[in-house]
């Protein structure tokens, strides 16, 4: 199993960006696959996740309306759209295969650091 993600970087307050996990070694289209960020000195962030067939997403509540999960899995990509973008959303953001049946997470990639700031 492998996720790799990318897409972050330096962004001013209010941009936006995209980020990406490319995933091989599994069988994508039949996992449900989550986003999680950890900011500096501070603990693991459930973000998001979204169904193995990209029809349902749930957010955590401070998400809620700037976060958006995706994904294709005739690429074997996830996605998350970040809008309006906070210093306070800087953070080394992961995604993570969900454990079928489970809200754990038994794989995750090595993390795409994003940077927000004027």
């Known amino acids: 199993v492998q996720l790799v993600e990318s897409g972050g970087g330096l962004v001013q307050p209010g941009g936006s960006l995209r980020l990406s996990c490319a995933a091989s070694?599994?069988?994508?289209?039949?996992?449900?696959m989550t986003w999680v960020r950890r900011a500096p000195g501070k603990g693991l962030e459930w973000i998001g996740d979204i169904d193995s067939g990209g029809g349902s997403t749930n957010y955590a509540d401070s998400k809620k309306g700037r976060f958006a999960i995706s994904r294709d899995n005739a690429k074997n990509m996830l996605y998350l759209q970040m809008n309006k973008l906070k210093p306070e959303d800087t953070a080394l953001y992961y995604c993570?295969?969900?454990?079928?049946?489970?809200?754990?997470?038994?794989?995750w990639g090595q993390g795409t650091q994003v940077t927000v700031s004027s």
């Open positions: 993570a295969r969900e454990i079928t049946g489970s809200d754990g997470n038994d794989y």
């Open positions: 070694g599994f069988s994508f289209s039949t996992y449900y």
